[in-house]
């Protein structure tokens, strides 16, 4: 059975990390945003428990 390259992640940093480069890899550019932003920002004294990716609002829709 393939291993699953979520399994070895073990902070939010490179959780967050791993979903951005497997979008960027599809061309789907985004931003973290929301508490899992704060999270990584305060180092973990705010906890979210999620993690919020948004459209970069720099790029436009064609």
């Known amino acids: 059975m393939k291993n ?3 399994d070895t992640l073990l902070t ?3 959780t967050a990390s791993y979903v951005y480069t497997k979008l960027k890899d599809k061309n789907i550019d985004v931003v973290l945003s929301g508490g899992s932003c704060m999270e990584i920002y305060t180092k ?3 906890s ?4 919020d990716f ?4 720099s ?4």
């Open 4 to 6: 699953n390259p979520l």
């Open 12 to 14: 939010l940093e490179e």
């Open 44 to 46: 973990s004294n705010f």
């Open 48 to 51: 979210s428990l999620d993690i």
């Open 54 to 57: 948004i459209p970069n609002p």
């Open 59 to 62: 790029v436009t829709s064609k």
